[in-house]
């Protein structure tokens, strides 16, 4: 698809917006600018029969569903954020996790069996109707003949062509953003739109889905704070997964978190624990943690599904995220602050004093209060703030680690609402610290980076001869402390571009 199609396909996807009254919505009209008011009154003009139908989250939801799997996936990150958009808003869009408009069954049994290569009757005894529906794909319930219950994951007809069309459109609309909005350059809003692109095709070849869910249930089982679902390699081709039925119910169920005997604080307890030890102890961390991904059993069991989506971090990357961590909770601002210039996260220009002194000014007010008392949308503004005073960009291959801490941080407080993410946080960062900054592991870093040291010399040593061109990396790509601004970024930059079209 071209620019100029693409660039029709982002008009038409702000028409739609302003169709349902979800682009600037009249409920909130008394807060915006007198310039912005007199636009949505003008835009009002256009709105249809449904703009008048349902709350401001119910609308969006309904113009998210009918633009497609970009706007879902940015629905979907919404939904998670009660604490900032408020409870109301965020089960309106709750709905677009895996309650979608299913395909009908037969169009799921011709894909798979031509997927599959073989008849579904030769692998399943039962093939039932679709469960649950998201954007890309659709879960059906099966049962193997040994007797085990299975959930067969089939994509939805078409949805390859659908998701090159919309790829072109976030890529056009971060292209729109980045021209327009000088400030909004140090999110690096192309980089990300790749990013979400790049992981977004990844999930349309489910046998790369089923090797990242064996992978994590192996990582998972060290710890135990979460767990996965075997995968059934018999019944897995590229547009077809099958997995061993999830046990509890679906946390984006209203029943979910009425259980019997469930203990709300070790469960939010274990999905902290769960994604840190993921990223942290093994660098492999799934991310795309919804509600709709997580099934919840009394008292405190968590079961992931859905491994389209697999992050990872590099040693070093995670040793930066670590000591960040653990500086915050041990109010530490000084070390918080010189590690962000050891990483390059911050530009020597500054001044590391001056940077602790700002991040002291954001992490205070957070401790002694519960999450209920804090507010998330202050924070984020705050430091939003400090990133401009301290050119700080976003840094592009640790995208899907901001979106998956920020989804996680979401999703634990609607299940605590006085969830103390910090607390939670403390055994996992504090083990990590003791493991692998200790004297010892010190000691085999530095002899590591002293080989690597040396391998560099001889390969110098043998270009010595012949001229180099050496490219000098002048300021590294900064990251922002808490990891939600390229999710916010991300959404700002789909509602800006729409709006500009």
Avoid: C
């Avoid at 469960?131 to 059906?140: K, Y």
């Avoid at 064996?214 to 897995?236: F, H, Q, S």
């Avoid at 840190?276 to 102890?281: F, P, S, Y």
């Amino acid at each position: 698809m071209g620019t100029l199609a693409a660039f029709g396909r982002l008009i038409g996807a702000g028409f739609r917006l302003v169709r349902d009254d979800a682009l600037l919505p009249r409920e909130f009209e008394d807060l915006y600018p007198p310039a912005v008011r007199a636009t949505a009154r003008a835009l009002r003009l256009f709105a249809g029969p449904q703009a008048r139908q349902g709350r401001p989250g119910e609308r969006l939801g309904r113009a998210f569903e009918r633009l497609g799997p970009v706007a879902i996936k940015l629905g979907q990150l919404l939904s998670t954020r009660a604490d900032i958009f408020g409870a109301e808003f965020a089960e309106d869009l709750a709905r677009l996790k895996d309650r979608l408009e299913p395909f009908p069954t037969e169009v799921a049994e011709r894909d798979a069996e031509r997927a599959l290569g073989r008849p579904l009757k030769s692998l399943f005894s039962d093939f039932g109707p679709p469960v649950a529906a998201a954007s890309l794909a659709q879960a059906h319930e099966a049962v193997l003949f040994d007797g085990r219950k299975v959930a067969v994951k089939v994509l939805r007809p078409g949805i390859e062509r659908r998701v090159a069309r919309d790829a072109e459109v976030l890529r056009l609309a971060a292209r729109l953003v980045e021209d327009v909005s000088p400030p909004a350059r140090r999110l690096e809003p192309r980089a990300f739109a790749e990013t979400v692109v790049r992981s977004t095709e990844l999930e349309l070849d489910l046998r790369l889905e089923a090797a990242g869910g064996d992978e994590l249930a192996e990582v998972m089982a060290r710890d135990g704070y979460m767990r996965a679902p075997k995968v059934i390699w018999d019944g897995v081709a590229k547009r077809v997964l099958t997995l061993e039925w999830a046990e509890g119910l679906p946390l984006s169920s209203p029943e979910a978190l009425e259980q019997p005997g469930l203990d709300r604080k070790a469960l939010a307890d274990n999905l902290i624990r769960a994604f840190l030890a993921q990223a942290l102890d093994h660098g492999v961390f799934h991310a795309d943690l919804h509600e709709g991904n997580l099934f919840v059993r009394a008292p405190a069991r968590l079961t992931a599904v859905d491994f389209g989506i697999v992050g990872r971090l590099s040693s070093e990357e995670r040793r930066y995220l670590a000591e960040i961590l653990w500086g915050f909770l041990q109010r530490d601002y000084r070390r918080v602050a010189e590690v962000h210039f050891e990483a390059g996260y911050v530009p020597r220009t500054h001044a590391v004093e001056a940077f602790a002194q700002a991040l002291r000014a954001v992490g205070e007010p957070l401790f002694g209060r519960t999450a209920a008392d804090v507010s998330m949308s202050r924070v984020l503004t705050q430091l939003f703030e400090i990133t401009a005073l301290f050119d700080m960009r976003l840094q592009p291959q640790l995208v899907l680690l901001q979106k998956t801490m920020m989804t996680v941080e979401g999703v634990a407080r609607k299940i605590d609402p006085d969830h103390d993410i910090w607390a939670a946080a403390d055994p996992v960062v504090r083990r990590w610290m003791l493991r692998e900054l200790s004297p010892a592991a010190r000691a085999r870093r530095y002899a590591e980076e002293g080989l690597a040291a040396v391998r560099a010399i001889v390969r110098l040593a043998d270009n010595a001869a012949a001229p180099a061109k050496v490219t000098v990396e002048d300021e590294r790509h900064n990251q922002a402390l808490w990891f939600a601004l390229g999710a916010v970024a991300a959404g700002l930059a789909f509602l800006l571009a729409a709006a500009l079209a």
